[in-house]
């Protein structure tokens, strides 16, 4: 009988196998293909975006690199981005250390309650800042959006400066203090040396999702303040020509770049086993 039973086992997992990676391979396609055709269309020497592209050409690079709105939009979204994960890190930090450190109650409670904007949709967000912040307090648009991009940021700060602080051994916080050293500075010699490759993923991870965040900045933005994928959006409404592919691929490109030196410098798969643990 365990005989039959773990014949029929093997079966099943020879048969779970071949579906669990014909749906991988049609998620990669999905998510990859059409990123394809916009970095093909870029390349196109038409005026329009269609797919096969007329040509080759890099006109629209030039374009894109010389769109002033483009130009404004790009540093508006480099200062909020820097500005909101530098908020997120400073907030998400001492969270991380009570929480894994610390001897308070409802930790997971805690947890749970920085970890809720990840759940939340950003419409909701956007809407429940824009009446209390912009209309009830009077704050201006800027704040109220670095305020809306911080808090979507912090899951990001708390999770993966966390599991960090996961792989770290406490024994040595444990040694500096015996030695005689602070808090502080046990914190600033043992501690935050030790957390430095999830302070720097969280940060990337961070910045990268307010660089491309639309909903939020769309429902929040100003004319005098705007970021650029929202810029990109709105010029996408108004004409159909590449360069708005262009700037994608851009932006794409630049995005690859990082993560690429981040993962030769810093090593995503040792943060990221860290969550799990």
């Known amino acids: 009988m365990s005989q039959v039973m773990s014949h029929a086992g093997k079966q099943g997992m020879r048969l779970r196998h071949p579906v669990a990676g014909t749906l991988a391979v049609l998620g990669y396609v999905v998510m990859i293909v059409p990123i394809l055709f ?27 690199a010389g769109y002033t709105p483009f130009a404004e939009a790009l540093v508006s979204s480099l200062e909020l981005a820097v500005l909101a994960t530098g908020l997120a890190l400073l907030l998400g930090v001492p969270v991380t250390l ?13 947890e749970g309650l920085f970890l809720s904007p990840l759940v939340v949709p950003e419409l909701v967000v956007g809407l429940a800042l824009y009446q209390q912040l912009m209309i009830g307090v009077g704050l201006d648009n800027f704040s109220t959006l670095l305020l809306g991009h911080t808090a979507l940021l912090l899951p990001y700060a708390v999770r993966v400066t966390g599991a960090s602080l996961a792989l770290a051994d406490p024994a040595l916080e444990e040694a500096a203090r015996g030695l005689g050293a602070s808090p502080l500075k046990a914190f600033v010699t043992v501690t935050l040396p030790m957390l430095r490759p999830g302070l720097i993923s969280a940060g990337l991870l961070g910045f990268v999702t307010s660089f491309n965040n639309v909903p939020l900045s769309l429902l929040l933005q100003t004319r005098d303040f705007r970021t650029l994928p929202v810029t990109m959006l709105d010029y996408v409404q108004q004409s159909y020509d590449p360069m708005v592919a262009a700037a994608s691929t851009i932006v794409l490109a630049a995005t690859v770049v990082v993560a690429v030196v981040a993962e030769r410098t810093v090593g995503f798969a040792k943060i990221f086993g860290g969550i799990n643990r």
């Open 98 to 110: 009570a929480i894994h450190r610390g001897r308070i109650p409802g930790k997971e409670l805690l």
């Open 38 to 64: 916009v970095v093909a269309t870029a390349f196109t020497a038409g005026s329009t975006l269609r797919f096969p592209p007329e040509g080759f050409s890099l006109r629209w690079f030039a374009e894109a």
